[in-house]
């Protein structure tokens, strides 16, 4: 008769938020890209079951740390359930395992992890590419992951000026007064002052386009993180540096997907991967006046780096709840 395998902690979005400060959310992605680029890592394309309304992402992959893991993470994406239904864009779970014994580690609010994660990646390309000194930030998409990533990337720039473009005026308003904000009324004007550009939106057709950018500029490509989304122009992308999360990924259903479609760019014309950058494999920001793209489609690796960190820290200090699943057979 085998052992039972030891309990699974069951780790909510609550507790995952007072465990990780944004330092450990940032140390994470430093470690997820690290590893993509030093081969101790798989991360496959993700799954994509669309349904109606929205559309689950199924997201898996395995890391070596300091201990081996796997992490697979399936997200429901319903971008109208905030207005129709009141419940969040992205709900979901990641279950952690062993990726040395398969013994299941712990089962864990997706939500907080997926905007964490996403906003850290940004923060760690916008700390490698953007200009040291940027001071202005323009955020496109005032929702949860917008929020995200306005705790986020303040950590790692200057930012002095912080203005807010959305669809909706009234979310655009209400982050701007929560964070001492301006509200961009004409998009093109707040574009070409700002120095950083997130886009964190569910658009379908591009608004970001080439003549909205000034030389110098890093954006951040957020919401394209399935083949029918699509925020930057394929004449932006073409004019830009691109730095992929992961080039096989953003080629099937990123902003790159579009360019290479529209036949602005091949898969060839990506400068480098993020990992890339962070092993010193590729170097950084060349210029001053040189635009830079990160395209951001958020990879397994992001999920299981950043899920094995949470999970380390709820199990040290042992107040989050564990079951039984399994018996001994």
């Given at each position: 008769m085998t052992h039972a395998p030891p309990d699974v902690l069951i780790i909510t979005g609550d507790?995952?938020?007072?465990?990780?400060?944004?330092?450990?959310?940032?140390?994470?992605?430093?470690?997820?890209?690290?590893a993509a680029a030093t081969d101790t890592a798989c991360s496959p394309l993700p799954m994509h079951l669309p349904v109606r309304r929205g559309g689950f992402h199924v997201k898996a992959a395995s890391v070596s740390l300091d201990r081996n893991y796997v992490a697979a993470k399936v997200n429901g994406n319903f971008p109208a359930n905030p207005e129709e239904?009141?419940?969040?864009?992205?709900?979901g779970a990641i279950i952690l395992a062993d990726g040395s014994s398969g013994v299941l580690l712990a089962v864990m609010d997706s939500?907080?992890?997926?905007?964490?994660?996403?906003?850290?990646a940004s923060a760690l390309a916008a700390k490698l590419?953007?200009?040291?000194?940027?001071?202005?930030?323009?955020?496109?998409?005032?929702?949860?992951?917008?929020?995200?990533?306005?705790?986020a990337i303040p950590?790692?720039?200057?930012?002095?000026?912080?203005?807010?473009?959305?669809?909706?005026?009234?979310?655009?308003?209400?982050?701007?007064?929560?964070?001492?904000?301006?509200?961009?009324?004409?998009?093109?004007?707040?574009?070409?002052?700002?120095?950083?550009?997130?886009?964190?939106?569910?658009?379908?057709?591009p608004f970001l386009h080439a003549d909205m950018v000034r030389p110098g500029t890093f954006i951040a490509a957020v919401g394209t993180d399935n083949p029918d989304k699509s925020e930057i122009s394929p004449a932006l992308m073409a004019r830009a540096t691109v730095v992929a999360d992961s080039l096989q990924q953003c080629a099937v259903m990123g902003d790159l997907h579009h360019a290479i479609a529209a036949r602005k760019m091949t898969d060839a014309d990506v400068y480098a991967e993020l990992g890339?950058?962070?092993?010193?494999?590729?170097?950084?920001?060349?210029s001053p006046e040189e635009i830079i793209v990160f395209d951001s489609t958020?990879?397994?690796l992001q999920d299981v780096a950043a899920a094995a960190a949470v999970y380390e820290r709820?199990?040290?200090?042992?107040?989050?709840?564990?079951?039984?699943l399994a018996a001994a057979r």
């Open positions: 507790e995952i938020a007072r465990a990780m400060a944004p330092a450990d959310w940032l140390q994470a992605a430093e470690r997820s890209f690290r239904l009141g419940l969040p864009t992205v709900q939500i907080e992890v997926t905007m964490r994660r996403t906003a850290a590419l953007a200009k040291p000194d940027s001071a202005t930030m323009l955020l496109c998409g005032c929702g949860a992951q917008g929020r995200a990533h306005m705790a950590e790692v720039l200057p930012l002095t000026r912080l203005l807010f473009w959305d669809r909706s005026r009234d979310a655009a308003e209400g982050l701007a007064r929560d964070l001492n904000g301006t509200v961009a009324s004409d998009l093109q004007a707040a574009s070409l002052s700002a120095d950083v550009i997130v886009c964190c939106t569910s658009a379908s057709e890339q950058v962070v092993a010193g494999a590729r170097s950084g920001r060349k958020g990879t397994g709820c199990a040290s200090a042992g107040q989050v709840r564990s079951i039984a």
